[in-house]
C-alpha cells in the first residue's frame, strides 16, 4: 500500500481556545495506479484533506497518521516535508486563478520545482519543462507567458504541468475543473484521463464535481462534515448510492441525463465548529432513529460498501411483493373477471419520490388502495418499515395505516361534505385518539399552514363546497400531513385542477416531501407532470409492472413498447 | 502604460510645475517685486522711479506672454534669477547645495530601504511571535516621534556627550586634505548624524509597510502553493514573499520621495548641513523668493525624476504593467 491515511484529524483554533474539527476521524487508502475520488458538500473539509497531505497546516493541529510507503508523515518537521512534498505528493491547487506567483514567468515556476528538488541547471529545467509543457497541451509560447496573459484553462493546465514536474507518487486534484468552462472541462477531463490511463501514480480527485469524478476515479468516498459516510466503487455508489447523504447528493446534482427539477437536501450542513451530536447528517435525514441522534456511527462493510450508518444505510420504507386483484363483475361468469392487478412488486425507499404510470384501467388506482390497506390483496403482501401490513390487525394495524396516508384523486371522496375545514383536518386525529383537543386544535393549524392555507377562524368554519378546486385538495392533503406519515400515495392529485394550480401544487407536494422527508408515490397517468419530480417511474399496463427505472433513463431511453406510447402521447407544445 | 507615453506624462507636469511657479507671484495681491521685496526688510524700495527701473531691469513692464517666454526660458537654460540677501545667481547657490542633499537622502533612503525590507519581512515571516510584535511596537513609535527629536538626543550622545562625531556642517570648515580619501572620510564622518537621524525616520513607516505587504502576501494563494512545491524557506522568504512585497514598497517610495525634502530641511537644519533643506529654511526666514522659487523648481524636478525612476522600477518589476506583454 502507498498511501494510507487512518484517522485523520485536521482541528484548527478559532480564538486559541475553541477548537473547529474540520476533519475528523478520516481514513482511505491510495494504492500505486490508483484512484480515488472524494466528494463532498463545500466545507465538509476536502481541501482540509488535501493540504494534511502535504503537511501545510500549521504544526498541532493535524493527528492521526499519514503514512508513505509505510513512512509516517504526521509530525514530520517542515525540512522533512520539503522533501516529500512535491517529489512524493504534489497538489493542483483549486484557486487557479491566483495559484501562480504574477512576477514570475509560467516556465519558470513550473521549472522551480525542478531546480530546488532535481538540482537540474536553469537550462536544463527550462527543457523539462518545454516537455511538460507539450505533455498536458501547451506551447513554448505559454511557457514565456507570465500568470496574467493565460486564460483559466491555460493557467490550470500549467499547473498540472507544475505538479507533474517531479513525477510525484500521488497526485492531489483539488477541485481540478472548478471555474472553468464546459469545453475547457471537457479538455481537461481527457487530459487528466489519459494521465490516469498512463498509470503508476495514485491518483486522488478531490471535487464536488460528480461526472468529473465518475470519469476519474475507481473508488469514491462520500465526506460529509469532516466524515466519511460511504466509501466504494465510484460506478456502483453512484448507480446505487445506499447512505442517505451520498443518495440526496446524487439527487442535487445536475446532468444532461435527468429530466426531474433539482432537488437539494432538506436543511443545511452543521456548523464545523458546533457538529450536532449521534450522526453528523441526522438532522438532514428522512430515516433517523433515536440511536442516530446519540451514538456516531462507524463506517462498517456492509456486502461490499463501507457505510457509517446505524441503520446499514438507506432503508425500504414500503416493499409490496406480487400483489394480486382479481374484481368479478357482478353476477358474471367467472370468465368475466377482471385481473387488475397482477403479481406487482414495487419497493419505495425513505424519502423517495416514486411515480406510478400508466392509462386510465391499468390498474393502478387498485394497486394505490391495496398499498395504503384500503383494499385486500388477493395475493402477495405490502410491508412497511418491516413489518407485514397485510397481516397485521387491530391496533397494530391502525397505527401502520396512520403512517401512510392516501390522497384521493377526487377530493371529495376523502372528505365529507358535511365537515368544516376544522373538522376535515382534525378527524385522523379523532380517530386515531391522539393528544389533548388544544394539541390538536394546534396541529391542524400547523399542518394548513404547511400547505399554504389560512388558518382564520371563519376559513376553519368553511364546508367543502365553499373552496375551490385547488383549496379542498390542499384541505386534504392537511388532513394527510397531520399524522405524520412516512408516505403519502397521492392518486391523480392535481387531475382535477388547472394547468397552474396543477403547478402549484405539485410543487408544494414536492417541497413538503423534501421538507419532512417523507416518501411519495404519485399515481398519475400524466408523465410530462410527474417527471419533473419523480427519483423514479413505474409504468403500469393491465395490471402489471412492464418498466422501472430512473426518471431520466424512463424518460430518455424507455425500453418497454407501452413506456414509448405514454412519451409520444405527452402534450407538447409547439 | 510605455515608458514613452510615462516620460511625456512627466514632462507635461514638469510644465505645469514651471508655469505654477511664474504664475503665482502675479496672481498675488500688488506686484511681483511686492512679492519680491519685503516691505519690512531693509531692502525695500520706496522710490517709484527706482520700483519702476527695477521692473523694467526683470521685465515686468513687457506683456504678459513676452515675460512667460523669457521666463521659460531662463528656466530651461538654468537662469533662475538672483537672491537677494546674497545677490548670486540662485542657480549656482542650488549646485552648490544640492549634491549634498542628495547624499544625505539617498545614503539615508538607501539604509532605511533595506533594513525595512529585510526587517520587514522575516517580522511577516514569523508574524504574531514576540519578536514580530517588539518590532511593530517599535516601529510605530520610530514613526511617530518628530525628526528632530531624534536628531537632537542623537547629536546630544554622539556629537556633545562622546564627542565621536561632528556636532555640524558637512565637512571640517577650512580643512585641506591631503587625498581623496580623506576627503570622502571626513565627509562620511559628517554624514552619519544626519544620516542615521533620517534614516531612523524613515525606517518605521517603510518596516510597517514591507511587513504589512508581506503578511498579506503571505497568505496569497500562490504562496500555499509556492509551500506545497517543497521549495526552500529562503526561496520562498526572499523570492516569492518579498519580490512581491517589493510592488507596493517601490509605489511608496515614489508617493513619499517629497517626504525625504522635508525630512531634510528640519535635519538639514539641525545639523547645519549645507543642503537644499537649509538653503530653503535659510532663505524663508530671510523672505528671499527668488531663491524659494528656484529651490521649489529645483526640488520639483528632482521628485519628478524620482518619481519616474519609481514608475520605471515598478515596470520592470511587475509583469502586469507593462503592456502588451512578451508573449510571442
Known amino acids: 500500500m502507498m498511501l494510507m491515511v487512518q484517522d485523520l484529524r485536521v482541528t484548527f483554533l478559532l480564538d486559541g481556545k475553541t477548537g473547529l474539527r474540520a476533519v475528523d476521524g478520516v481514513s482511505f487508502d491510495l494504492a500505486p495506479g490508483t484512484s480515488l475520488g472524494i466528494v463532498g458538500e463545500t466545507g465538509a473539509g476536502k ?123 500521488v497526485l492531489v486534484l483539488d477541485e481540478p475543473t472548478s471555474g472553468q468552462d464546459m469545453l475547457s472541462r471537457a479538455r481537461l477531463l481527457d487530459l487528466l484521463d489519459a494521465l490516469r490511463r498512463e498509470g503508476g501514480m495514485g491518483l486522488l480527485v478531490i471535487s464536488h464535481d460528480l461526472a468529473a469524478v465518475a470519469r476519474l476515479t475507481e473508488r469514491v468516498a462520500v465526506l460529509y462534515a469532516g466524515q466519511l459516510v460511504e466509501v466504494g466503487p465510484t460506478a456502483e455508489v453512484f448507480q446505487d448510492p445506499r447512505h442517505p447523504y451520498t443518495w440526496g447528493l446524487l439527487h442535487a446534482y445536475s446532468d444532461m441525463s435527468a429530466a426531474r427539477d433539482l432537488r437539494g437536501i432538506r436543511g443545511a450542513p452543521p456548523d464545523p465548529a458546533n457538529p450536532p451530536p449521534g450522526c453528523r447528517f441526522h438532522p438532514r435525514c428522512t430515516q433517523a432513529i433515536d440511536r442516530c441522534r446519540r451514538e456516531e456511527p462507524p463506517l462498517r462493510d456492509i456486502g461490499g460498501r463501507w457505510i457509517a450508518c446505524h441503520l446499514g444505510g438507506l432503508q425500504t420504507l414500503l416493499r409490496a411483493e406480487g400483489l394480486r386483484k382479481t374484481f368479478s363483475v357482478d353476477g358474471g361468469e367467472p370468465e368475466e373477471r377482471v385481473e387488475a392487478v397482477r403479481e406487482a412488486t414495487l419497493d419505495i425507499r425513505e424519502g423517495e419520490v416514486v411515480a406510478l404510470v400508466g392509462e386510465t384501467g391499468s390498474g393502478k388506482t387498485t394497486l394505490g388502495q391495496m398499498l395504503v390497506g384500503l383494499l385486500p390483496p388477493d ?62 386544535e394546534a396541529k391542524v393549524r400547523q399542518a394548513l399552514r404547511t400547505v399554504g392555507l389560512p388558518a382564520s377562524p371563519d376559513f376553519l368554519a368553511r364546508r367543502a363546497h365553499e373552496l375551490s378546486g385547488g383549496q379542498l385538495q390542499r384541505v386534504v392533503l392537511a388532513r394527510a400531513l397531520v399524522l405524520e406519515p412516512k408516505l403519502i400515495v397521492a392518486d391523480e392529485p392535481v387531475s382535477m385542477l388547472d394547468p397552474s394550480e396543477q403547478a402549484r401544487v405539485i410543487n408544494l407536494l414536492k417541497e413538503i416531501q423534501t421538507e419532512r422527508g417523507l416518501a411519495l408515490l404519485l399515481i398519475s397517468h400524466d408523465l410530462a407532470l410527474v417527471r419533473k419530480i419523480a427519483d423514479r417511474i413505474l409504468v403500469m399496463h393491465r395490471g402489471q409492472i412492464v418498466e422501472e427505472g430512473p426518471g431520466n433513463r424512463i424518460v430518455t431511453r424507455p425500453e418497454h413498447e407501452h413506456t414509448r406510447m405514454l412519451l409520444e402521447a405527452a402534450p407538447r407544445l409547439g | 502604460m510605455g515608458v514613452g507615453r510615462r516620460a511625456f506624462v512627466y514632462l507635461l507636469t514638469f510644465w505645469v510645475i514651471l508655469t505654477l511657479n511664474f504664475l503665482l507671484p502675479r496672481l498675488l495681491p500688488g506686484d511681483p517685486l511686492a512679492a519680491l521685496l519685503d516691505p519690512s526688510s531693509s531692502d525695500y524700495v520706496y522710490d517709484p522711479e527706482v520700483r519702476a527701473a527695477l521692473a523694467a531691469y526683470y521685465g515686468l513692464d513687457r506683456p504678459l506672454p513676452e515675460q512667460y517666454g523669457r521666463y521659460l526660458l531662463g528656466a530651461l537654460t538654468g537662469d533662475l534669477g538672483r537672491s537677494i540677501r546674497l545677490n548670486r545667481p540662485v542657480a549656482e547657490l542650488v549646485v552648490g547645495r544640492l549634491p549634498w542633499t542628495l547624499l544625505l537622502v539617498g545614503t539615508a533612503l538607501l539604509f532605511s530601504s533595506a533594513l525595512a525590507l529585510l526587517t520587514g519581512t522575516e517580522s511577516a515571516w514569523r508574524r504574531g511571535s514576540w519578536a514580530d510584535r517588539g518590532l511593530v511596537s517599535a516601529s510605530i513609535l520610530l514613526a511617530n516621534v518628530p525628526v528632530y527629536f531624534v536628531g537632537m538626543m542623537l547629536l546630544l550622545l554622539f556629537g556633545a556627550r562622546l564627542r565621536w562625531l561632528p556636532l ?161
Request: glycine share 10%.
Open chain 1, 379 to 440: 395475493g402477495g403482501r405490502v410491508v412497511l418499515e418491516g413489518r407485514e401490513l397485510t397481516a397485521a390487525r387491530g391496533k397494530e394495524r391502525r397505527a401502520m395505516m396512520s403512517r401512510i396516508q392516501l390522497i384521493p384523486q377526487d377530493p371529495f371522496d376523502a372528505v365529507s361534505p358535511r365537515l368544516t375545514v376544522a373538522e376535515m383536518v382534525r378527524e385522523p386525529l379523532d380517530i386515531q385518539g391522539i393528544g389533548t383537543p388544544e394539541e390538536r
Open chain 2, 168 to 328: 555640524a556642517g558637512g565637512r571640517t570648515p577650512f580643512a585641506r586634505y591631503p587625498s581623496a580619501l580623506a576627503a570622502a572620510l571626513d565627509i562620511g564622518r559628517h554624514l552619519i548624524l544626519p544620516a542615521l537621524t533620517l534614516t531612523l525616520a524613515m525606517l518605521g513607516a517603510k518596516f510597517l509597510l514591507v511587513r504589512n505587504a508581506t503578511v498579506n502576501i503571505l497568505g496569497e494563494d500562490f504562496m500555499l502553493v509556492a509551500r506545497a512545491k517543497g521549495l526552500p524557506e529562503g526561496r520562498l522568504k526572499w523570492g516569492h514573499a518579498l519580490r512581491n512585497a517589493l510592488l507596493p514598497f517601490v509605489a511608496h517610495l515614489a508617493a513619499h520621495a517629497g517626504m525625504a525634502v522635508t525630512g531634510a530641511v528640519f535635519i538639514e537644519t539641525l545639523f547645519s548641513y549645507p543642503g537644499m533643506g537649509r538653503l530653503i529654511f535659510e532663505s524663508v526666514t530671510a523672505r528671499d523668493y527668488p531663491v524659494i522659487q528656484g529651490a521649489f523648481l529645483v526640488v520639483s524636478a528632482v521628485v519628478l525624476t524620482a518619481n519616474f525612476l519609481a514608475d520605471l522600477i515598478s515596470l520592470r518589476l511587475d509583469p502586469r504593467l507593462r503592456e502588451g506583454g512578451a508573449v510571442g
Open chain 1, 47 to 169: 481541501t482540509t484533506i488535501a493540504r494534511a497531505l502535504l503537511g501545510l497546516h500549521p504544526s498541532g493541529c493535524v493527528q492521526g497518521s499519514i503514512r508513505l510507503d509505510g513512512r509516517e508523515l504526521v509530525g514530520l518537521s517542515e525540512e522533512a516535508w520539503r522533501a516529500i512534498r512535491w517529489r512524493r505528493i504534489a497538489l493542483v491547487p483549486q484557486s487557479v486563478g491566483t495559484a501562480l506567483d504574477p512576477v514570475y514567468r509560467v516556465g519558470d515556476q513550473i521549472a522551480e520545482p525542478l531546480r530546488y528538488h532535481l538540482g537540474l541547471s536553469p537550462a536544463e529545467a527550462w527543457g523539462r519543462s518545454l516537455e511538460l509543457a507539450r505533455r498536458v497541451g501547451l506551447e513554448p509560447r505559454h511557457l514565456r507567458a507570465y500568470p496574467h496573459q493565460l486564460s483559466g484553462g491555460e493557467k490550470q493546465r500549467a499547473l498540472l504541468a507544475m505538479a507533474l514536474s517531479c513525477a510525484p507518487d
